[in-house]
């Protein structure tokens, strides 16, 4: 019965997985031939579009730019979906309609379009002809068809009203109404230009984010997914509630790769869950566990579900600053969820899994981490130097050079993890005894060399993240077809399975392409919410709607944004959620708060939506990523869902923390002060996951966690004590500010006052902020921030603002008037706050520890009467 019921399990989680990502539909025969064939296609044209090889071929049919190409992969992605995903529940999961052919065929010639009618559509801009708006009629219904197959009816509904809106604005009521558009100004808008369907959530899709699906498909084909969960169990299984925190690393190390936080749970969940559970955890928190894992893995960079790129192109930076500035809120929230399943496993009693090597002290622990640390830096730095000098040496040929000592690398490690026994054939569910770390570590080491290559591509080299993904893609490949072979060779085994890597190379590359489609098809129908947003004044109808809502109050607005990023971005994949909620919430912080005295950096805001669009994922009813965990564990749906969002508040609470203390994002900040900002701020996490949890050296009392809860926020935010007593800044005005002209250092913000208007046309005052990228006078900075200003007597006005500058990001217009300047002031140390932090958390731990050693000694005594 147990292996019935196993199996039934294990068919309605691939059943779950497929709906989600690559459809619910297995067709046979020749239909599967030319949907896998299809698919195959679209992943050779992705590779193709991001390599040199276009520009290295006389030709130019073959050559395309990014704007046709963005035409082309929304052909390929709306005939695979209206493929793959069946219309409704009894709609045929074994065969193809001809009626979704039909769709499918008609849907792709409709997104080609713009491609085929490219050269002529360039001529007729601003003036769409009857064939386009007859294409456009039928190309948007048909999308919007799309996503309601493979994404639910969420994302096409949302859609849906914004172009009613667009359409009937002028009939709404006077708070949010506008002029209304024209069925022709609409058409052209939305699927004629790049501002709808084509604009740049598609094109992001189109540049990075496939290959980057694609590169995670490939790495998991290949079997680095499961030498990432086991590498994980190996090394932290043995500790209490060991399978837990285990599942935690592996999810965020799957989650590096992945762009789906329900293929991560599925993914890493089917193992780590069963072993969670045998060590004491119940059915519904070690389905929290994973969920609150892999959707956090969507934060991880450097991929965060595709939307790093996405901000990439929205804030206004690049994608290295993007990933610093995401990096350290995910480490430290999943610190937390590490400590939170620590916490779990002393509250419960539980120990980890048992080892096949005897347990080293802690000394030889500590020794052989800072040694392997050591040999990693020295292996690093004679890579980096090392390089350096091969590069200079071949010249011209240094591209060939580097390629050959890479390949090298490869079957050096591979002939090294043939020494040691084949993790792949192991199974994974009999791991009843955790192996040595090192015997694991060597028999995949290989795994690590794509991804040393994408980051070396992205950090070093310096390539865009397309061709840095499409680099370390090219050797995933190699690997693929040339692993069976080699370690065939290497384990001295009869028989050499040529076959085995091209057929796991076909079939990583048509997962890729399948999982794509829905994300493509996501980005593109968002991209219709987008292009209503850049074509009306909803933006700034939805910024005064909070502003009255919140009646002004910052924390207030704050928490309905939040509220409204949750429901906004329920049933919607990764991708899709944060193009609708940055489009549409994003801008009501930066209005609000402008208005309201709080100014920061955009990329600060991106995050914070972004953050609360996914807690959709975990948040019942509709948490996806519960469902799927509560699939595996055998637990209830709704119970997983509640207590993962209890485990997920770590990661709501700092979207809060980063809006006020921008530090933890490494605006500005040195290595250094860096690490002293990861120090203090994991200590504010692991006190604040104490304090939710209830527990810290023993049960903490109402008033211990209360205690815990303030020093947590104290150190996160130890400004809101230190404002309390000296102002952080100084009004200074305009006139007088402009004749000091003093010296100001790069990344120092400058609060600018303006005098502006609102949608009513109703004066209001709002606070802007100019950050400079290099140290200068006010003046050179002003320029530099493409800012222009017109000074008489008596007032300082915005002269002109350069489109795409720095200062027109920050929301400056012409005719604004500048009113003044809040000049930075000389704050007391931090050191005052955090100084008494620590004193008391140190009391709280000796109470703590007074109460926990009487309760063992009662219990001792106890046992002795008792004997």
Known sequence: MDVVKSQSNSAELDELVTTNDVGGRHPQNMQLKVLVSVAFVWAVFQLWISSSLPYMIDTSLLRWNSNQARSIHLAFAIFLVFLSFPAGKNSPRNRIPVIDWI??????????????????????????????????????????????????????????????????????????????????????????????VFGIALGVSTDFVFLFVLFGCLLDKAGAGSFFIKLAFSCIGHY????????????????????????????????????????????????????????????????MGAAAFLMVEYVGISYLDVIKHAFLPALISYIGLVYIVHLEALKSGMEGLPRTTPNTGVLRKITGFLFGFLVVSLIALFVYYGLGWVKTVTGDSSFYAVSLLTLAAYVGLLFISCKYPDSESDQEDDMTQLPPPRQILFSGMYYFLPVVVLVWCLMIERLSPGLSAFWASVLTIVIILSKPALEAYFR???????????????????????????????????????GVVSQT????????????????????????????????????????????VSSLMANVIVE??????????LIAVHLFVFYFGLMADVTPPVGLASFAAAAVSGGKPIGTGIIAFQYALRTAVLPFLFIFNSDLLLIDVGFVHAVFIFIISTLAMLLFTSSTQGYFLCRSKWWESAILLLVAFSLF????????????????????????????????????????????????????????????????????????????????????????????????????????????????????????????????GLIQRRRAGTKRLRKYKNQEVGA
């Not at 794509?516 to 098809?521: C, D, H, T, V």
């Not at 609000?592 to 950096?601: Q, R, Y």
């Open 537 to 580: 004044s909803v933006g700034s109808v939805l910024a005064d709607l909070v502003e009255v809502l919140s009646f002004g109050n910052i924390t207030l607005m704050l928490l309905l944004v939040a509220f409204l990023c949750i429901i906004l971005g329920m049933g919607l994949p990764t991708t899709a959620n944060y193009i609708v």
């Open 240 to 303: 209490r509630g060991g399978p837990a925190k285990a599942a935690v690393v592996a999810s965020g190390l799957t989650g590096l790769i992945s762009g789906s936080s329900i293929a991560n749970v599925v993914t890493t969940g089917t193992f780590t869950i069963p072993m969670m559970k045998k060590v004491g955890f119940s059915s519904e928190k070690a389905g929290a566990v994973e969920v609150a894992a892999s959707v956090n893995g969507q934060i991880m960079p450097p991929v």
């Open 103 to 196: 769709l499918a065929v008609l849907a792709a010639i409709c997104a080609s379009y713009y491609f085929i009618e490219y050269d002529a559509i360039a001529t007729r801009v601003g003036a769409p002809i009857m064939q386009d708006i007859v294409i456009a009629c039928i190309g948007i219904p048909l999308l919007f068809e799309a996503a309601r197959r493979s994404l639910g009816i969420t994302l096409p509904l949302i859609a849906t009203v914004f172009l009613l809106y667009n359409a009937f604005g002028n009939h709404m009521p006077e708070i949010i109404a506008h002029k209304g558009f024209t069925l022709s100004e609409i058409v052209n808008h939305q699927w004629i230009t790049t501002e709808g």
């Open 717 to 844: 935010r130890p400004g809101f004590w230190i404002n309390k007593f000296e102002d952080p800044y100084q009004y200074v005005q305009i006139a007088q500010y402009l004749k000091q002209n003093e010296e100001i250092n790069a990344g120092t913000p400058i609060r600018v006052h303006v005098d502006d208007e609102d949608q009513s046309g109703k004066p209001k005052e709002s606070v802007l902020m100019i950050i400079p990228y290099k140290s200068g006078s006010v003046h050179e900075i002003l320029k530099n921030a493409g800012l222009n200003i017109y000074q008489d007597k008596h007032t300082v006005e915005v002269d002109s603002v350069e489109i795409g500058s720095s200062a027109y990001e920050a929301g400056f217009k012409p005719f604004q008037v500048i009113t003044g300047v809040d000049q930075a002031r000389p704050q007391p140390s931090r050191l005052f706050v955090y100084i008494p932090c620590l004193f008391i958390v140190f009391a709280v």
């Open 592 to 601: 609000v708060g402008a208005s309201n005295g709080l100014v920061v950096p």
């Open 492 to 530: 001295h085994r009869a028989s050499i399975p040529y076959l085995k890597g091209i057929k796991d190379l076909f079939d990583g590359m048509v997962s890729g392409a399948r999982n794509m489609a829905s994300i493509s098809i996501a980005t593109a129908t968002a991209g219709v919410i987008v």
